[in-house]
């Protein structure tokens, strides 16, 4: 995944800038950047590794000697970025939040153009840099997003900062967000609708998909309309928007209790408490437990001063040990006790396996599983939740092969995704066995489109239907 954040001031913009791209660093774990242009020092830039050291540790230094009045910056999972670009349009500073499908064929097709191209280490090349190359195609920066935005398969959206002001351009389907906060001296872009407010921006607008805007310390002026169709993700929601966060006016704090209640209301069990796993499952937790009546408690809790997040490392073995060595139990709240447990979503089923084990070993009775997404058949073709997670990594597809003996034909595929079916509840069955849980209810998608509360047509399910 990734994040951004951009400013634009009368006075100096760093500050806000180095606050504003922090607040992101919940959506990426290994790469972050900044990029800065003032009329008096040019273009300035810094990119940093922050696998071992937050955002704020790493660039410390950055936020007390660079100076600018325009600024864009982020943090990302995977590619360096932002990137310095010199080219027919001037020099200009880009980066990007998507995933390119179809990058090999660009890349063939622009290289015909002798457009050099520099290699990432693991030999791919830098996605946000093609973008750079996609845009410089075309006459002009409007010319060129767009064309960038028509020519990529996956999703697509960009900050893009020059001399005169920064683009603002969204996914031309909406998949990701950009909102636009205001204050006396300027005006803000974000990824995350609240990463501004404690810099003492308010609320502008949100760009619609397909939207690019021009932004400058003076004003937003909108210089490609949003087009009518949206499929915003609707992961953003149950994962990893961070509570505070809001999509389309959707709280995603709110959303979770929406989906716990949902959950509470279809459900039979009555375990002794209700828990979530941390962070992410807890909301979700709360709302099942004021549905319920069943109490809610903490029978863990997560250490996190000195723990990354439990996907950081590249190698599975070693991110299960770090899922597994942050969790502290207080065997007061599990020894002999019922437990419902909501997480969620189960990829692998590794993690949350090892969790009900843990929590089976510190005396737990019963474990109750109770996912806040439906299942996970499909990976992801439109944003990089996670490039090492294939389509046969996920449990319901291991499961799927198992009781079909075979890989499965789209239409038996599609059987799979629906919670009325009878290969629907033979899937849920062998999983809740494989992992070694008490019970396990998957959160229906008729239920978590309703929790979400705008039309379904404006939403991305792709993961758990195969619908694009």
């Given at each position: 995944m990734g994040g951004f954040?951009?400013?634009a001031?009368?006075?100096?913009c760093v500050f806000d800038l180095f606050f504003g791209v922090d607040y992101h660093s919940h959506l990426g774990t290994r790469r972050a950047g900044m990029a800065v242009y003032s009329e008096e020092y040019g273009f300035d830039k810094a990119i940093h590794n922050i696998e071992n050291a937050p955002f704020r540790t790493k660039f410390t230094k950055e936020s007390n000697e660079m100076h600018g009045t325009l600024g864009i910056g982020c943090i990302s999972d995977f590619e360096a970025q932002p990137i310095l670009v010199r080219s027919h349009h001037g020099t200009f500073a880009i980066t990007t939040v998507g995933k390119i499908n179809n990058a090999d064929?660009?890349?063939?097709k622009i290289?015909?153009?002798n457009t050099h191209f520099f290699e990432m280490q693991n030999g791919d090349i830098n996605p946000t840099e093609?973008?750079?190359?996609?845009i410089n195609q075309k006459e002009n920066f409007i010319e060129g997003i767009r064309y960038a935005q028509e020519l990529v398969e996956g999703s697509l959206s960009m900050l893009i900062l020059t001399p005169k002001g920064i683009y603002c351009a969204r996914d031309k389907m909406g998949r990701t967000p950009i909102v636009i906060g205001r204050k006396d001296n300027g005006f803000c872009a974000s990824f995350e609708s609240f990463a501004y407010l404690n810099l003492g921006y308010t609320d502008c607008k949100e760009l619609g998909p397909g939207e690019v805007a021009v932004m400058t310390a003076e004003d937003v002026k909108t210089i490609i309309?949003?087009?009518?169709?949206m499929k915003i993700c609707t992961f953003l929601w149950i994962y990893y928007g961070y509570p505070s966060s809001s999509y389309e006016g959707i709280s995603v704090e709110k959303m979770r209790y929406n989906c716990g209640r949902a959950l509470a209301k279809r459900d039979n069990v009555k375990p002794d408490i209700v828990a979530g796993v941390p962070d992410s499952g807890i909301a979700h937790a709360i709302g099942y437990s004021n549905e319920s009546g069943i109490p809610f408690s903490r029978p863990f809790v997560k250490y996190t001063p000195t723990w990354p997040r439990s996907f950081m490392p590249t190698h599975q073995s070693k991110r299960n040990l770090?899922?597994?060595m942050k969790l502290i139990p207080?065997?007061?709240?599990?020894?002999g006790k019922s437990l419902l447990l909501i997480d969620d979503s189960i990829v692998r089923g590794t993690q949350l396996r090892e969790t009900t084990q843990f929590l089976y070993n510190s005396g737990a009775k019963e474990v109750h599983i109770r996912p806040a997404c439906p299942p996970l058949v499909y990976g992801c073709k439109y944003l990089n939740f996670s490039r090492s997670t294939s389509e046969m990594e996920l449990i319901t597809r291991r499961v799927i092969k198992e009781l079909e003996g075979e890989d499965p034909t789209e239409s038996v595929l599609r059987e799979y995704t629906n919670p009325d079916s009878e290969k629907y509840q033979k899937m849920v069955d062998k999983i809740c066995e494989k992992l070694h849980f008490t019970s396990l209810r998957y959160h229906r998608l008729d239920d978590m489109i309703e929790s979400v509360g705008i039309g379904a047509d404006k939403l991305c399910t792709y993961c758990w239907n195969g619908v694009e």
């Open positions: 954040f951009a400013a001031s009368k006075e100096d064929e660009i890349v063939d290289i015909k153009t093609l973008v750079a190359a996609i309309t949003p087009g009518k169709d770090i899922a597994k207080i065997h007061d709240l599990i020894e």
